[in-house]
């Protein structure tokens, strides 16, 4: 029976599976998430790897399995619940309000009734404000504040949908392929920026960019039809003969 309160991992999953008419896109699959880590996940085209965050965070329904996050059972709560627990998503297509600055956009993102006393506008106003003012920075747009999100290039609409993630202080931040379509310097920023989320909390990536992936990853997984083919840090993972096979030597 899997320890659902082992406090050595941020996120435990075993024996997931999930089956589409009979194809299991997701076959028996275990990995574990420490504390400040950075989980790299990557693998061939249908590898199963967007399927598996989908899982994670509620939008797909798995077939069995277990997937614990801080001593809960994520399988047997709903999509918002699970945002809600502090896992945070981010597709890969950026979905940040145009019409709104940069500011309100990541006002609009703050967690609504976090107070207390209600009363307290004032005092709230500011609390938010500061950490508006803090993720802003954070996501290099701190000068950038009252700027359209609709001026904003690629790679910065990308930087402004983490940090409204951030701003709900999720525990886990997962992101699909964060670099695509990113000028050269914008991977490296993201890079520097993730490298810094860590410092707070855990982060599964799904990324192809090998170059990018060396710069981020604590621990690799390799992911081949469904399953773990490999897993270990980026030098392990790169030397091993069944992964240049399947992946890497394409
Ligand atoms: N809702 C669904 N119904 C049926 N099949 C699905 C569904 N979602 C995913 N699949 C199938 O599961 C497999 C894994 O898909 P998934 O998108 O997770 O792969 P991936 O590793 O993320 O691939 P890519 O790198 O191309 O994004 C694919 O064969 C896909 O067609």
Request: charged share 25%; glycine share 8%; hydrophobic share 45%.
């Amino acid at each position: 029976m899997l320890d659902v309160t082992n406090p050595n991992y941020v996120l435990m999953v075993e024996g997931l599976t999930v089956s589409f008419d009979g194809f299991k896109a997701v076959n028996d699959l275990s990995f574990y998430v420490e504390p400040n880590e950075c989980r790299v996940i990557i693998g061939p085209n249908g590898a199963g790897k967007t399927t598996v965050l989908d899982l994670i965070c509620g939008r797909t329904k798995a077939t069995s399995g277990n997937v614990a996050f801080k001593g809960q059972d994520l399988l047997k709560m709903r999509e918002d619940q699970i945002v809600h627990a502090g896992v945070g998503r981010k597709f890969q297509t950026p979905s940040v309000y145009e019409d709104l600055s940069v500011f309100a956009n990541l006002e609009l993102s703050f967690p609504k009734g976090h107070g207390v006393f209600g009363a307290l506008f004032f005092k709230r106003d500011a609390e938010v404000r500061e950490r508006i003012q803090e993720i802003a920075e954070m996501i290099f747009l701190g000068d950038q504040l009252t700027q359209k999100a609709a001026f904003l290039s690629h790679g910065q609409k990308q930087w402004l949908e983490i940090g409204m993630l951030l701003i709900q202080d999720p525990e886990l931040l997962m992101l699909d392929e964060p670099v695509a379509g990113m000028s050269v310097a914008e991977r490296k920023k993201t890079a520097e920026l993730l490298n810094r989320i860590i410092a707070d909390r855990s982060v599964i990536v799904i990324e192809h960019d090998m170059g990018f992936v060396a710069d981020i990853a604590t621990r690799v997984t390799v992911l081949h039809q469904g399953k773990v083919l490999s897993e270990g840090s980026m030098d392990h993972v790169q030397n091993d003969p069944k992964v240049v096979e399947v992946y890497l030597g394409h």
